[in-house]
């Protein structure tokens, strides 16, 4: 479990810059 806790963490790290990115892409397409 700790392992894959360990990956499911990394996964959002991972991730969390790209999409926050997106986020703020349609906000200023939107705008």
Same mark, same amino acid.
């Given at each position: 479990?700790? =392992?894959?806790? /360990?990956? !499911?963490?990394?996964?959002?790290? =991972?991730? /969390? #810059?790209?999409?926050?990115?997106? $986020?703020? !892409?349609? $906000? $200023? =397409? #939107? /705008?």
């Amino acid at each position: 479990m700790k =392992t894959n806790t /360990a990956n !499911y963490r990394t996964l959002i790290v =991972t991730f /969390a #810059e790209p999409i926050c990115a997106l $986020d703020n !892409y349609f $906000d $200023d =397409t #939107e /705008a």
